[in-house]
């Protein structure tokens, strides 16, 4: 029995396919600087001219292999959303996709990568924002939030800071949950030791 032979077009994006993921990994490993786009045709095994026709430069192939969108919140109250904030940290906490891995290796050393985060988190901060109850300051208290699961998520996954990486994500969660719950709730909501 004969196996049905693909069109130009399926041949085409199974090239592309392979090509943006070579480039997530080697973008993941070794950054945007790092990353030549000779190393990304011969881990896609094709020609590097390929590559180019493909995509055009460098940024655009780096910029279609670091695409993701953040899920949005469905949350309806604090301990809900709380719930969530922490659920995705443990699914960041059990590995990152190469793309988000490539982006955050990246963020520091190249301006357009710097760029795409920043938009990436500010979409995240507002989400986050829009899903807290009625609070003082949602908008900061959303950046914060953010911006502490993502520094959990570097010491984590880029640093492999062992006292991180030997911690299950569930105790990692427990930990932060009174953080996160006193960021995210009303204001007054938590009883901190210095009211006391």
Known sequence: MSTPRQSRADRRRATEARILDSARELFAEKGFERTTIRAVAAAASVDPALVMQYFGSKRELFSQAVQAFPAPLTATDTDALVDQLLASLGLKLGGLPEGTLAMMRSMLTDQAAADHVRLTLGR?????????PAAEDPELRAALVVTTLLGVTIGHQLLGLASLRGAPADRISALLRPAIKALAGPPGACICLADR
């Open 124 to 132: 995240q901060i507002d989400g986050v924002g829009a899903a807290l």
